[in-house]
């Protein structure tokens, strides 16, 4: 028997997901942030350019059907709280400039987390 092709979802719909998705992202980022103490947040610029990075693999995840749901959704989760770490660790005042938010984000690709091909890591490349 014949597979029924599967219907795209709604592009409304997908962006609704995408944000949706990248503001869990976003509160382990703060969560990483303020681990151990420190009282650091994202600057506009740098959180702009986080939501945009990630939001590109999200929507990208998303076309083809993957499902934002545990436990794949754990091991994005866990990059976003560890980029965070990062950012607070090589950030040297309290507001985290676009450039170091980058650098932290090339860092948690490479985090065992994000790997791709299954168990979540396909959420953050």
Do not use: Y
Not at 33 to 41: I, Q, T, Y
Not at 80 to 104: E, F, M, P, Y
Request: charged share 30%.
């Amino acid at each position: 028997m014949a597979k029924k092709p599967t219907a795209k979802p709604d592009v409304e719909d997908v962006d609704t997901q995408v944000e949706e998705i990248l503001d869990e992202c976003e509160i382990k980022v703060n969560e990483g942030l303020r681990k151990e103490g420190a009282d650091k947040v994202l600057s506009t610029p740098a959180r702009k350019a986080l939501r945009e990075m990630f939001g590109e693999s999200i929507r990208r995840n998303l076309d083809r059907g993957g499902e934002w749901k545990h436990p794949d959704k754990q091991a994005p989760l866990a990059v976003a709280h560890h980029l965070g770490q990062i950012a607070a660790i090589l950030s040297i005042g309290n507001l985290v400039g676009k450039a170091v938010a980058l650098a932290a984000a090339a860092a948690a690709r490479n985090d065992e987390h994000c790997r791709p091909g299954g168990g979540g890591g396909d959420w953050c490349n």
